[in-house]
Structures are given as C-alpha cells and as structure tokens.
C-alpha cells in the first residue's frame, strides 16, 4: 500500500504531524507533497524542524497567487507527481487551497481520497474554506469527522454513513504531545519570560481574508484591541501572519498599531506559541486551529467573526463569537475573563493519529 500525504499550510503541517508520527512508525510505503502554499522560513519550515518531521519527497514551489492561479497550478503539479507515485489514497487535512487541488486531483485519476477534519460548516458560502470543505467532503472516500457534530454535518448532505468515522481532531493529540515538549525546554521558557517579563498577557491572532483584507472591519477589530489594552492595562502579543502584516501596512496601520501595548512580533515556532497560548489570560482570534487549542488548553478564547465552523466551543463555553463590533469585544473580553475554565474538550482523546492510521490500514489492504 502506498500513501500520499499532501499538506501545503502552517495549520496542516501541525495537524498532519500525529498522521505522520504513526506512518513513520509502521512498515508502509508513504512521503509528503508539499505544494508549498506556505513558504516563508516561520509558516513552513520552522514546524518540520520542532516537529522533528521528515522532509517532503515533493516541493512543489506554487507559493501565493490568486485562487484560480493558485489552485490551479497546484493542481497541475500535485497531478504528475500522483501520475508518477500511483498511491492507494491521498490524505489531505482541513480547508485550504491545498486541500481542494489534492482532493480534486486524486478523485479525477480515481485514486481514494481521506479527508481528515471532515464534516466542519460555517455555513458561510463567502469563506473560501467553506468552499474548499464542502467540496472536498463530497469527493472523499474516507472522511474524518472530529466530532458526532460534524458527522451529522456530513449525514444532512447526504453522504453515507459508512464513509465516516467519528476519530477526534488531530490538534488534540498535537496539542497534548508537544505542550509536553514545551514546558520541559529551556529555550521556550525563557522565550516566555523575554516576551512577557513574566506579566499576565493576552494573546491575538489575525489572518482570516474577510477581516484582514476589508480596510473597515481591520480598523474595528485595531480600535477595539487598542482600547483593550487601555482598558486592562496588559501588554496583547501579536504573532503576526505575513497576510496581515501587508494588509496593515496597505492601509497605514501597521505604524498606528505600534505605539501603544500590543507586542507585535513574527510568527513563532509551534512549541513558543503552544507556551503562549497555555499562559495567555486570554486568547483574542479568527483563526480555526487556535479556537480548537484554546478549548483544549481551558484558556478562554474571543473569536473576532460572525460564525465558526467549531460550534462545540461555544456550547462547552470557552469560545464566544464578536465579529469587528468594537463594544461587543470588549464586553466579550470581560465576560469571558470571567469564566470558570471547567468546559470538557469535545474534540477528543489525542489518539486520532493512530487511529486514523488504524483505520486506512484496515480499509486498504
Ligand atoms: C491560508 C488558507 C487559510 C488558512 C491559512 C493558515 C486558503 C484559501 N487559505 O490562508 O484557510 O487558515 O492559510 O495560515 O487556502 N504569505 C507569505 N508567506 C507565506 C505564506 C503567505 O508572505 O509563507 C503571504 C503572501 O502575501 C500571500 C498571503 O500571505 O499572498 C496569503 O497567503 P495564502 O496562502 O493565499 O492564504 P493565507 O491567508 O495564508
Ligand atoms: N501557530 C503557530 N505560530 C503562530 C501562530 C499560530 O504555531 O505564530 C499555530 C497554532 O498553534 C495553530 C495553527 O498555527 O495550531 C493555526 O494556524 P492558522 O491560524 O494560521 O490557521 P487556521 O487554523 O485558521 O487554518
């Protein structure tokens, strides 16, 4: 049996990892098409170096461009090298553009595609990770859901049954086997302590194209962080994503962002923002991963859009939903500032790597 594991993005390089621990361990035949969606030293290759991952057999070089340009010249490269290798299956993760080109690439020359995070809906059609999910949903042969929520996504749209298994999300088991890492490594511990002078901290994360790139909702979500920062006195650090990075500095203001509490500094490695994340007061985002590891890390999390595809952490109560409406994120930071971090994690055990793997091996051979 042989496997193509096809990744391209920082969230999918994290994700992938536990899948990528298990194949190494056992006797298969596989390697990694990385489509390079993600390029820069600290979206890409920083997370195979911590992550201890093997090289990818494939760079495919396609970097940033256009949907069409970008999915389209995934898609032309991604299928020679599936021509050349001939896999059993291709295992994509989540909702990129990397995702759809793999999927779409390996279903059209008849070869079985797993789709790990299966079955997430925003519902928001204007996403074009909602697009990515859907369709790739609809042309996978094994799909795995995190959770029974997202199975029954899965059942609404008609897809059977028998296709899906319900394994838990992989961000657990990253989450739980790296945060062990983090906490016993010198380095990040005083990465930690240079960061913050050892003050309490909120975290922020921005990159979602609906907020970053729309002049108006940017400014918003900058004027309610800044006066959060007035308002609790604290420093927010900001890992900032090279998509937001442009956008601020397109729209003049990466400069007014500067002078006041938030601590803008590049993306980090996986373990520093693990460290961050576990001691943050509170976590302030848009990201889809970091609203799984705030769940799972019982830091409580303000997501700064309108929908989300994880409906499991606002009913556990550690996420709650504000949009770029200036007083509903800071009444959002006090209440959940407030809460008790008693919610259970519904995204799993932190064994869906293996079985995932488990799973495949008994499906394929
Ligand atoms: C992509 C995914 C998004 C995911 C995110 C994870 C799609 C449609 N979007 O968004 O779902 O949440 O990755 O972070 O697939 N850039 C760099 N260096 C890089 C990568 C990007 O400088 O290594 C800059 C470029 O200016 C590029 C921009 O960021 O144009 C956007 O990159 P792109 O991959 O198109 O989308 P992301 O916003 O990263
Ligand atoms: N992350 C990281 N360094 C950073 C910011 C995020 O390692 O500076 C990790 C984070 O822990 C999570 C993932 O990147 O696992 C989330 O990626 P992102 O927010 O880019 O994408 P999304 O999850 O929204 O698709």
């Not at 994509?92 to 299966?118: C, F, M, P, R, Y």
């Amino acid at each position: 049996m042989k496997i193509s594991v096809i990744l391209g993005t920082r969230p999918e390089i994290i994700k992938l990892s536990p899948i990528i621990r298990k194949l190494e361990k056992i006797n298969v035949d596989w390697h990694i098409i990385h489509t390079n969606q993600h390029y820069s030293e600290n979206m890409d290759r920083i997370f195979f170096e911590e992550l201890n991952l093997p090289k990818p057999k494939y760079n495919l070089n396609i970097g940033s461009g256009t949907h069409g340009e970008q999915t389209g010249k995934m898609m032309i490269e991604i299928e020679k090298v599936i021509l050349k290798e001939n896999p059993d299956v291709v295992i994509v993760q989540g909702d990129t553009n990397t995702v759809l080109s793999g999927s779409l690439v390996a279903s059209k020359l008849k070869i079985k595609v797993a789709h790990v995070e299966a079955g997430l809906r925003s519902y928001d059609k204007t996403m074009p990770e909602e697009i990515n999910r859907v369709l790739t949903d609809h042309i996978s042969d094994y799909l795995f859901a995190p959770t029974e929520e997202a199975k029954n996504n899965l059942l609404k749209e008609g897809i059977e049954n028998n296709k899906i298994f319900v394994v838990g999300n992989t961000i657990v088991d990253a989450t739980l086997q790296n945060l062990e890492l983090a906490e016993k490594n010198e380095y990040i511990n005083q990465f930690l302590k240079n960061i913050t002078n050892g003050e309490g901290y909120f975290l922020l994360t921005l990159h979602r194209a609906e907020n970053v790139d729309n002049k108006e909702r940017l400014k918003n979500i900058i004027n309610a962080i800044t006066k959060i920062t007035e308002i609790y006195d604290k420093d927010i650090i900001f890992p900032i994503h090279p998509r937001t990075k442009k956008r601020l500095k397109e729209f003049n203001l990466f400069e007014k962002l500067k002078n006041n509490k938030i601590k803008i500094i590049e993306p980090v490695g996986y373990l520093e923002f693990l460290i961050l994340e576990k001691n943050a007061e509170l976590i302030l985002t848009d990201s889809g991963g970091i609203q799984e590891e705030s769940c799972i890390l019982k830091v409580p999390c303000v997501t700064l859009r309108y929908n989300t595809e994880r409906p499991e952490t606002l009913k556990v109560g550690s996420n709650i939903l504000v949009g770029d409406d200036k007083n509903k994120i800071i009444n959002a930071v006090e209440l959940m500032l407030n809460k008790k971090r008693t919610w259970e994690n519904p995204f799993g055990d932190g064994k869906s790597g293996e079985r995932i793997v488990g799973i495949l091996i008994k499906n394929l051979f």
